[in-house]
């Protein structure tokens, strides 16, 4: 399993910013997909999560809702999160993760700074 995260950046407040996940090594369009962070000094939180079919169920944490939708490309094998009007809150490390049990599996993460 290999999750490759990119499109994090440095950005000013009210910005936005696409970021992308390309997964291989496994059936990515069977598994539910997810998106999560940790900020400086925070634990690791859960921010939006797909599923498997689209459309399917889709869940995102309660700051992002609204503003920051997940998608993903089954053919392409490719997870999405586009996040929009950002804010200094939104400052973390952002992983793509796939729980294929018994184990979950990372990504190395994409960085978000947002300066107001």
């Known amino acids: 399993v290999q999750l490759v995260e990119s499109g994090g950046a440095l950005v000013q407040a009210g910005g936005s910013l696409r970021l992308s996940c390309a997964a291989s090594?496994?059936?990515?369009?069977?598994?539910?997909m997810s998106w999560y962070r940790q900020g400086p000094g925070k634990e690791r939180e859960l921010v939006a999560t797909?599923?498997?079919?689209?459309?399917?169920?889709?869940r995102y944490h309660t700051s992002v809702r609204g503003r920051s939708p997940i998608s993903r490309d089954n053919a392409r094998n490719i997870l999405y999160l586009q996040m929009n009007s950002l804010n200094p809150e939104d400052t973390a490390e952002y992983y793509c993760?796939?729980?294929?049990?018994?184990?979950?599996?990372w990504g190395q993460g994409t960085h978000v700074t947002v300066h107001a």
């Open positions: 090594g496994f059936s990515f369009r069977t598994y539910t």
């Open positions: 797909i599923a498997a079919v689209v459309p399917g169920q889709i």
């Open positions: 993760s796939v729980r294929i049990p018994p184990a979950r599996f």
